[in-house]
């Protein structure tokens, strides 16, 4: 970690805007890293941990879920000394929570809604809902785009590559 | 020498010229797309590949890899808008000389570059891959851990900002592989009894979702506005005084990049930046470096180009991923039902060497398609970044679907976008994470056999030779990486990312 001085402009950067503090990215970095090193440690601890000799399914979970669990606590310190300079210096706008959530929900209607809407219905809802997260794309437009992705998919994957994947599904009676 | 014939055999067939074709076709068009680096390109374009034979299938594959290295090279140059690290040095001087309105000599010095560099490396691939493969015959399992150690840590050495971050996205990356059923007792774990977990995080979805899904996360930030210094590019062939000019650090570039590019971790990005900082330092005129020099076109290109081959040996030999594209490659292999390691050239010599002979026609092909072509690739330039991410979406969603028809797969995407989008947004690189993840499993496998193999006893690790020697490596990596002064040097080697 570096312990730099703070590089002008990384106020953004800081809890509450100001200049003393832990550095938020770096801090949530360290947080995350515990959390998973946490997660799966514990849940490795309910597997059978077997001894150096014989290893048990639990052994290398725990070991490393350790050792991210000590990193992420590093980095959690290490936040408080200074920012990550890389960080600091990225030119980065707000998180962009309502496209993020289009984006995911477009991603998460196709795992849901495939097999049983079929290839065709599925993927017109999931292109327009990820056509609505673009800057300025009205619904109009995002129904545009949709439609001629949608054209464009199934021509791809199902006429050239012959992906056997049914257009209608079975809720649709296909 | 029988074995470039055999390659050449294989990779003569028509049909195979054609996969290639295709390939190369294919991963330009998708890699000169804004914001889609090389990996994100052969990620999506993967499921494309399955439906051929292994052979096709690679080649292919490796035709795709080629293709969106260039393509990205030529957005670097005409959009300065590098898709990937290693492309970020080519846009430095290229999008200048794009500028005053010599795009087409940059993009024609990064072609034939490229196609040299190549050439070179591939029969030096040919040439040490198979010694190196039959000495890697000899490696028991604690070597095997300790080189795949060697190789992750080597990584963090390489990797821009944090060592400690990289270190932790590593082992996030590790424990990450061991979902799934357990090899060694088929115990599954962490799969929360859903059985379609049980082949574990399908590692398609997760490159997919790392580098694609969380890469358009971050575009939508900013409203991106992307501007096209020119709408057509004139004038393609180089003066006899550009030759001269390139002639030397074409040479030098291929050097460093083949060198470089055998390391594990990311050589092809260092050996773009230093090949472009030593033709800075020996320049004559180093002022005219980032205003235009083709020079500082000419020797990253090569050295990038030249690391992508190299970068193959250690996949060939080892089975060892030198970077998130090989790590892709690594998973291509084993759903063909191929192991990749030194065996392959002994039980798979049609493929090996096919494979080879085929990196050089795929070379071939690029330079002969992307210049008469580069007013295609400008047009595809132009496709606005409404309709392109969702059309990514898309694709992304269907490829990882179509592997297993398994809807787990398609929400790990999910899941591994936002999870890369938060960790890179917080400073945190994504590649090593890819790295640990596709050889959690192999170190794994290999610990605990050593361990049963010594019975219990750690100490093999460091009592033969082999294994000793390895770790010794990678224990001076470390050391080297935390080093204040060596920490700073890598800084000013990095810091050109941010320009």
């Known amino acids: 970690m570096s312990t730099s001085p703070a590089a002008p402009g990384d106020h953004a950067g800081r809890l509450g805007g100001e200049r003393s503090g832990p550095s938020l990215p770096d801090l949530m970095a360290g947080a995350t890293f515990v959390a998973f090193g946490l997660a799966f440690a514990i849940g490795g601890s309910q597997y059978d941990v077997g001894t150096a000799l014989r290893m048990g399914s639990g052994y290398v979970p725990i070991a490393l879920g350790g050792l991210l669990t000590f990193l992420g606590l590093v980095i959690v ?3 408080f000394r200074g920012v990550d300079p890389t960080v600091a210096n990225a030119d980065r706008g707000p998180i962009p929570w309502q496209r993020m ?47 001629g992705l949608t054209a464009l998919c199934l021509g791809v994957f199902v006429f050239a590559l012959q992906l056997r994947l049914p257009i209608l599904g079975d809720w649709l009676g296909g | 020498m029988d074995g470039i014939l055999l390659g050449l055999e294989v990779a003569l067939q028509p ?27 052969v990620a999506l374009l993967l499921p494309i590949t399955f439906s051929f034979d292994p052979v096709a299938s690679l080649i292919m594959l490796a035709g795709i890899y080629y293709g969106a290295q260039y393509g990205g090279s030529t957005t670097a140059i005409l959009l300065n808008l590098p898709g990937e690290s290693s492309a970020v040095v080519t846009a430095l001087d290229g999008h200048q000389m794009a500028k005053q309105g010599r795009a087409g000599p940059a993009l024609a010095t990064a072609a034939l570059g490229s196609f040299f560099a190549g050439t070179v490396a591939t029969v030096l691939v040919a040439l040490f891959a198979p010694p190196l493969a039959s ?20 990584s963090i050495a390489l990797a821009s900002g944090s060592a400690v971050k990289a270190l932790a996205m590593i082992v996030l990356g590790l424990l ?117 020099a083709i020079e500082g076109v000419a020797a990253p290109e090569s050295a990038n180009n030249a690391a ?15 970077h998130p594209v090989m790590a892709l490659l690594v998973g291509a292999f084993i759903i063909q039902g191929i192991q990749p390691g030194p065996d392959v050239i002994e039980t798979e010599p049609e493929l090996f060497w096919g494979l080879i002979a085929s ?20 047009r595809m330039l132009s496709v606005p970044y409404s309709v392109l991410f969702p059309a990514i979406i898309a694709f992304a969603s269907i490829g990882c679907y179509s592997l297993g028809l398994n809807s787990w797969d398609v929400f790990a995407v999910a899941a591994a976008g936002l999870l890369g989008y938060f960790l890179i947004r917080w400073g945190c690189e994504a590649a090593p994470l890819l790295l640990g993840f596709v050889l959690g499993p192999l170190l794994e496998e290999n610990l605990r056999r050593a361990m049963i193999i010594s019975r219990g006893d750690p100490s093999v690790f460091v009592t033969r030779p082999i294994s000793a020697t390895l770790l010794a490596l990678a224990l001076i990596i470390v050391v080297a990486a935390l080093l204040p002064s060596v920490r700073q040097k890598r800084e000013v080697v990095f810091s050109g990312e941010d320009d």
Not at chain 2, 136 to 149: C, E, M, N, Q, T
């Open chain 1, 101 to 147: 959530g289009l984006l995911v929900g477009a991603i998460m209607f196709f795992g849901f809604t495939v097999g049983g809407l079929g290839l065709g219905p599925s993927l017109l809802v999931t292109t327009f809902l990820a056509a609505l997260a673009g800057h300025g794309t009205r619904p109009g437009r995002a129904a545009v785009i949709a439609i």
């Open chain 2, 135 to 154: 000495a890697a015959l000899k490696f028991g399992p604690a070597d095997y851990f300790s080189i795949v150690v060697l190789g992750l840590l080597a």
């Open chain 2, 15 to 41: 049909s195979n010229i054609l996969i290639c074709l295709l390939g190369v076709t294919l991963g330009t068009a998708v890699g000169v797309l804004p914001g889609i680096g090389p990996t994100a390109t």
């Open chain 2, 359 to 378: 990196f050089w026609i795929g070379n071939l092909l690029l330079v002969m398609l992307n210049l008469p072509l580069i007013g295609l690739w400008v």
């Open chain 2, 308 to 322: 992508a081959q190299t970068s193959f040996i250690p996949l060939l030999t080892l089975g060892l991923p030198a």
């Open chain 2, 176 to 292: 990450l592989g061991t979902i799934g059923q357990d090899g060694f007792t088929g115990v599954p774990r962490f799969t929360f009894g859903v059985r379609e977990m049980y082949g574990g995080l399908d590692f398609v979805s997760l490159a997919v979702g790392l580098f694609g899904l969380a890469e358009i996360i971050r575009n939508l930030e900013h409203r991106i506005n992307p501007s096209l210094v020119t709408k057509k590019v004139e004038g393609l062939w180089l003066t006899k005084e550009d030759f001269r000019r390139i002639r030397m650090p074409v040479l030098r570039g291929t050097t460093m990049g083949s060198l470089l590019g055998v390391l594990p971790g990311g050589g092809h990005v260092l050996a773009s930046f230093t090949s472009y900082s030593l033709e800075k330092r020996i320049s004559k005129n180093p002022e005219q470096f980032g205003r235009g």
């Open chain 1, 77 to 79: 310190v290490a936040s």
